[in-house]
């Protein structure tokens, strides 16, 4: 074997053992705490008993508040819509409900068995099933519905930027401010596929144009 084969062989077992070994000495990521995703189940299945029954024993030990029943849902009492303008009033409930599920996400880091990202996920999701139901009829329920996909967008864009990880303290300005980035993205991004698609599509029709008169 050449000298420098021989090298480059053994610099690579060496960087191959080293991995292995520091996979191997790692520590095992904590397993999500049970008594929070417990709560967290429960608090998705939408029914208020349910999600009682499964507050974590220390949880207001630990948050420093007791869950209370707001009509059939559970809620954080002291919670809030986090938004610059007004909502309308029926997301009050809906907004507490979903403050006390972030609460139970940060309940698990906590103690040690932080939640995977689908939780945060399936909380926002729920956050907009809810808003969506809160509205009645009448006149104002078409304002409302948009309202409510509006407020989702914002929550989600804001999850999006802290990665699904544990809710950061957040106020109303930095949750616009992150949602409205993101739509503006998103709307930067439709723009420019709607211009790509013009183009092809006006290519087509040259080339078409082109075979027919070579034709």
């Known amino acids: 074997m050449q000298p420098l ?3 480059a ?3 690579l077992l060496s960087l191959t053992t080293t991995t292995a070994i520091a996979v191997l000495d790692a520590p095992e990521a904590p397993a999500p705490d049970p008594a929070a995703r417990t709560a967290v189940a429960a608090l998705l299945t939408g029914s208020a008993t349910a999600a009682q029954a499964a507050v974590p024993e220390d949880f207001a030990d630990t948050l420093g508040y007791e869950p209370v029943l707001d009509g059939d849902s559970i809620t954080n009492p002291s919670g809030s819509c986090s938004s610059p303008v007004t909502l309308p ?3 009050g409930t809906v907004c507490r409900q979903h403050d006390y599920g972030y609460d139970l996400l940060r309940y698990a880091e906590a103690v040690g068995g932080r939640l995977p990202a689908g939780a945060r996920e399936a909380l926002d999701d729920q956050f907009e099933q809810e808003a969506l139901r809160s509205c009645g009829g009448g006149a104002a329920r078409e304002h409302c519905l ?3 996909h509006v407020a989702a967008a914002f929550v989600r864009a804001n999850s999006w930027r802290q990665h699904e990880s544990v809710p950061e303290p957040e106020d109303a300005w930095s949750v616009a401010t992150a ?3 993101l739509l503006t993205l998103g ?3 439709s723009l420019l596929a709607r211009g790509l698609g013009a183009l092809t599509a006006g ?3 040259v080339a078409g144009t082109r075979e027919a008169v070579a034709a």
């Open 146 to 148: 948009r309202w409510a």
């Open 5 to 7: 084969r021989r090298s």
């Open 187 to 189: 709307s930067a991004a």
């Open 179 to 181: 949602g409205a980035a």
């Open 9 to 11: 062989t053994v610099l």
């Open 203 to 205: 290519r087509r029709r």
């Open 89 to 91: 009033r029926s997301f």
